[in-house]
């Protein structure tokens, strides 16, 4: 590698001229930042200024470049020489757009700016460029797991992108559920019938598709690897095993219906004249193939009245059934009265609900239903009795307030659905670790778990997807509902959460379209969303690791194995460089070549601490990159400002922070430290999904080395922060600040 | 009169909806109600003591069926004609008239309460507006006064005379139309016409219901 060469540059644009003393700051650089090379600039970011630099670069061998001048999310297209190392140094959002322009604030201000030049010329310095994955595979075919609805809608659609697809269906046929519905929903204008299935048309176009190659009969046997270089075994129906190249994963493998032999109280196989849903299916579609009415199964007899029962062991609070709303039944049982209605309007037909819900168009589905006659009443079933040929529904009428009943020759049950999510991988691991000691039922357990695996991954963390929620796969449901925690494999359809037809074709669209982005940035070496086109990954120095299994565990996305001698094995492809492993790490061997522990914590070092009588305290503030840095810097545009003592280090997630940055800068001095990430539990909304939770968990410990350094422990401060706290934030960090300034200040000033 | 209501009785059976769907004018909206509650929740007379069921529980019952409860109801007499449900509901049906209708057609076949207070209010506006084409205010007030009788005609009397010698300083009001003719409109004979007209359609779109 070329000789190093750094430099610093400080723009005088946007009033940071003016409003700071740009001569002292070129001197911090020269002097503090130990810059070969200061340069000042009236407009860094014109052309004449990006000029400037990359003649440096070009002919003076400039190696590592400090930015003073905006944020870093600001003018990125300007400042962008990825040939050298690069750090920003953030006066304008940071400083001059949060402090007043008074007589008063200028020392202050000046003050905050000055160490700012200093961490950039600090973090600089600490960094080399990044090369890019090497160890990258450039395969371009989808595999699509599950031959429904949704995964057919993905394959058709990665094929018309131009992609390779491989569709693996573990039945005889494609279509799944859609392929026994006698109709769907409708789709289109005005909404008021059922309509075709459309199974059909996608089957042929399928199987008329050259890109499209189809396994029927078959499971995924095992995925090894890393996006762009999966090794899929397909196990095929001759008992043989097949092998694919596999760029990226959409896994489409749907749901079962909940069993409605746990309902023994709605009668459900006591009579055969209570179905669920795909039972009257079936009985539809029988007796539309043999043109006739449908039929009782008790007696074959034409059905003259029908009740639905909506929410059957679904939306349970007492927890025995399903708790959650499977979202498409209503509409189902809608289409289903009309199945009656429409053969012949005398049919009694009854839909007994307590809250109708009809996503999409599906309210003038439920207009058209009550405009052919048939009947929605608000109530809760308690029991279905058979008599004979007839079923007696008792049920509490919600309206009317009372306990009623009703007679028909025919009760539907609305079960709603449940994701064939593979095992849970917590409930593996554990029996897995009860199997190793030794314990027969764990075995069979373990056995029992794996027998439901749909991908079988070779990861350490487990074969399949990791779920949330009610057994349902974990994908970003709040802001990135594609996005799943292994790289390059996404969920699509019911299995992520309950959807209907419609809504699952679009997500299944979604899933391809994301999966094929996945599949070019690991080509190129690239990571995948959020920081996607990031260069840089993870390096261990294997030397100094001591096998504690923190990164492998700790991985958000699963990326990190163990090699034959137990030592961690990184897969670059599946790393979303998030950098949980790095703040895992309690010997610090795992860094990236531009964000590191040494970094930041030369970031850390290089601000100026005043001593104890200056009353000037330090306040660090960790910010994650995300959701906080952006906050702040939007404040700075909204010019709110906030406290001159702060000084804020983006980091990648509040997951990645290590607490030596913490003990770093109590030791040096600073008189606090607050941390800022995203939400983390149920209504999650971290980018690297489990990052902010671990970090936190990790930052709980952190309250005993301050007790251990005789310190309050509410120096250090753990902050939830949106992207939209945009004018909360300055009020918390000032409340923080004046909590900070009631104590004494920090002991270790000075030393 | 009762016999209407044996004969429509047995006529539909047990299909209460079916009867009011082609009985009751705009009778046909009932089966579109989404038991939202919002008719209910914007009723004023939501919680007068006459109130036993209101729109979203009328609407309900009949569609449970409910012959005898909907019949021996007080809410559809209670409207106020307010439009304030008619106004909000998010399904469009026009409440205020599904209320009307079924309250007319309770009367109808003899299932309307006698001396039921708002009815009784209504026609008699309506034979005193009909008659001369013009509201006669004394006869009215009269009629509505002495409905309970004669002592309790006086005691309403008393209680609202300042008013009414207001009214009449005013000019707004004429005591001599108690014994004359009152005022009448300019073509009491074209409004006569008009109304027989309406009755007539009215009488031939309820006989093509049967």
Same mark, same amino acid.
């Given at each position: ?7 610093? #540059? ?58 003073c ?67 990258? $595979? ?17 394959a058709?659609?990665?094929s018309?992108a ?11 046929t494609l ?17 008021k019938?059922?309509?075709?299935n ?31 270089r ?15 190249d596999?760029?990226?994963i ?5 749901f ?7 309902l ?6 006591? &009579? ?6 795909? $039972? ?22 034409p ?16 927890? &025995?059934?399903?708790?959650y ?18 053969s012949?309007?005398d ?42 040929n007839?079923?007696a ?10 306990? &009623? ?16 999510s ?13 199997a190793e ?12 778990l794996m027998?439901?695996?749909?991908l079988?991954?070779t ?9 949330f929620?009610?057994g ?6 709040i802001?990135?509902p ?7 494999? #996404? ?41 996607a086109?990031? /260069? ?6 294997l030397?100094g ?16 194995d163990?090699?034959?001698?137990r ?5 670059e ?25 040494n970094?930041v ?13 200056s ?35 983006p980091?990648?997630?509040?997951g ?26 149920e209504?999650y909304?971290?980018?690297f999904?489990k ?25 250090v401060?753990d ?8 004018a ?10 004046a ?13 | ?12 059976k ?7 769907e082609e ?12 038991q ?9 007379t ?61 009367y ?26 013009r ?8 009629s509505?006064?002495f ?17 009414a ?22 073509? /009491?004979k ?14 031939q779109?309820k006989?093509?219901?049967?």
């Amino acid at each position: 590698m070329a000789e190093t060469k750094t430099a610093a #540059y400080i723009c005088k644009g946007c009033e940071l001229g003016t409003r700071l003393d740009t001569a002292a700051l070129a001197k911090v650089a020269t002097k503090s930042g130990k810059m070969n090379l200061v340069r000042e600039h009236d407009f860094l970011c014109s052309a004449e200024g990006v000029a400037m630099i990359r003649d440096d670069i070009d002919n003076e061998g400039v190696t590592h470049a400090a930015i003073c001048a905006c944020s870093r999310r600001a003018k990125t297209e300007a400042f962008n020489f990825p040939t050298v190392a690069m750090s920003r140094g953030n006066l304008r959002e940071g400083v001059i757009w949060i402090r007043p322009d008074t007589e008063e604030a200028r020392e202050t201000t000046q003050e905050m700016a000055e160490d700012y030049v200093r961490m950039a010329c600090a973090e600089v310095k600490a960094m080399t460029v990044p090369p890019g994955n090497q160890k990258t $595979g450039s395969v371009k075919t989808l595999l699509v797991v599950g031959g429904g609805m949704s995964g057919m809608t993905s394959a058709l659609e990665a094929s018309k992108a131009g992609y390779k697809v491989v569709l693996v269906e573990k039945s005889a046929t494609l279509g799944g559920w859609a392929a026994k519905l006698h109709k769907r929903v409708p789709t289109r204008e005005p909404f008021k019938a059922p309509e075709d299935n459309g199974v059909a048309d996608m089957v042929a176009r399928i199987e008329a598709d050259a890109n499209i190659k189809v396994y029927l009969n078959a499971t995924i046997a095992k995925t090894d690897g890393a996006p762009g270089r999966f090794k899929v075994e397909i196990a095929i129906e001759s008992g043989a095993i097949a092998q694919e190249d596999i760029g990226a994963i959409v896994q489409a493998t749907g749901f079962s219906l909940y069993d409605a032999n746990k309902l023994p109280e709605f009668g459900y196989g006591k &009579t055969p004249n209570v179905v669920d849903q795909a $039972g009257l299916e079936a009985l539809a579609k029988e007796a539309a193939a043999a043109g006739k009415p449908i039929c009782r199964p008790s007696d074959g007899q034409p059905v003259k009245s029908v009740v639905f029962v909506q929410c059957a062991g679904q939306r349970d609070a007492s927890g &025995t059934h399903l708790q959650y709303c499977s979202g498409f039944c209503c509409n189902t049982s809608i289409k289903q009265a009309m199945y009656f209605k429409d053969s012949n309007p005398d049919i009694d037909t009854v839909v007994l609900f307590t809250d109708l819900r009809t996503p999409g168009n599906g309210e003038d589905f439920y207009r058209a239903a009550q405009n052919k006659g048939v009947i929605f009443s608000k109530g809760v079933v308690s029991s279905v009795a058979a008599s004979g040929n007839a079923c007696a529904v008792k049920f509490k009428d919600l309206i009317l307030n009372e306990e &009623t009943e009703a007679q028909a020759d025919l009760v539907v049950l609305a079960t709603g659905i449940v994701p064939n999510s593979g095992p849970d991988l917590d409930q593996l691991s554990e029996a897995n670790r009860q199997a190793e000691g030794g314990n027969e039922e764990a075995k069979e357990q373990v056995v029992q778990l794996m027998s439901k695996s749909v991908l079988n991954l070779t990861y350490r963390q487990g074969p399949d997807m990791p779920q949330f929620k009610h057994g349902f796969n974990d994908s970003h449901f709040i802001c990135f509902p594609y996005e799943t925690r292994r790289t390059a494999i #996404y969920t699509a359809g019911p299995v992520r959460r309950p959807m209907d037809i419609l809504q699952a074709q679009e997500d299944a669209t979604g899933a391809a379209m994301k999966a094929i982005q996945a599949m070019e940035n690991a080509g190129l070496g690239k990571a995948a969303h959020p920081r996607a086109g990031d /260069l840089s990954f993870p390096t261990v120095r294997l030397e100094g690791c001591t096998q504690c299994k923190r990164c492998t565990v700790e991985c958000p996305f699963g990326a990190i194995d163990e090699d034959e001698k137990r030592f961690p094995l990184f897969n670059e492809s599946r790393c979303r460089r998030c950098g949980t492993c790095m703040g895992a790490c309690p010997v610090r061997v795992i860094s990236f070549e531009n964000y590191s522990v040494n970094t930041v914590g030369s970031q850390i070092k290089a601000v100026d601490v005043p001593d104890e009588f200056s009353e000037k305290p330090r306040i660090l503030i960790l910010a994650c990159e995300n959701d906080a840095y952006p906050a702040l810097d939007m404040a700075g545009m909204n010019r709110h400002e906030y406290d001159p003592y702060v000084r804020v280090i983006p980091v990648r997630c509040l997951g990645s922070v290590n607490t030596i940055w913490i003990t770093d800068a109590l030791n040096g001095g600073y008189d606090g430290v607050m941390l800022m990430g995203c939400k983390h539990g149920e209504e999650y909304q971290c980018h690297f999904v489990k990052g902010s939770e671990l970090g936190r968990y990790r930052l709980s410990k952190v309250g005993d080395t301050l007790k251990g350094m005789n310190l309050e422990t509410e120096r250090v401060h753990d902050l939830e922060v949106a992207i939209t706290d945009i004018a909360t934030l300055p009020q918390k960090i000032n409340d923080y600040a004046a909590l900070i300034k009631s104590f004494p200040p920090s002991p270790f000033k000075g030393f | 009169m009762s016999d209407l209501n044996q004969q429509m009785a047995e006529r539909y059976k047990n299909n209460f909806l079916k009867e009011i769907e082609e009985q009751a004018e705009m009778g046909e909206w009932v089966k579109m109600c989404m038991q939202c509650g919002l008719c209910s929740g914007s009723c004023p007379t939501n919680f007068h003591s006459g109130w036993d069921h209101p729109p979203q529980e009328i609407f309900m019952l009949i569609r449970a069926g409910k012959r005898e409860e909907v019949l021996n109801a007080q809410g559809m007499y209670m409207c106020t004609s307010c439009y304030n449900c008619y106004v909000r509901c998010p399904r469009k049906v026009p409440v205020t008239h599904v209320m009307h209708g079924i309250a007319e057609y309770a009367y109808r076949i003899g299932r309307a309460p006698k001396n039921q207070p708002t009815m009784h209010l209504s026609r008699t506006f309506w034979n005193n507006a009909t008659k001369y084409g013009r509201v006669n205010e004394v006869k009215l007030t009269q009629s509505l006064y002495f409905k309970d009788g004669l002592g309790a005609g006086i005691k309403k009397a008393m209680e609202m005379q300042t008013v009414a010698l207001g009214l009449v300083k005013a000019g707004r009001l004429n005591p001599l139309e108690a014994i004359g003719g009152g005022h009448k409109c300019k073509d /009491l004979k074209g409004i006569h016409a008009m109304l027989a007209k309406a009755n007539e359609l009215e009488a031939q779109r309820k006989a093509a219901k049967g």
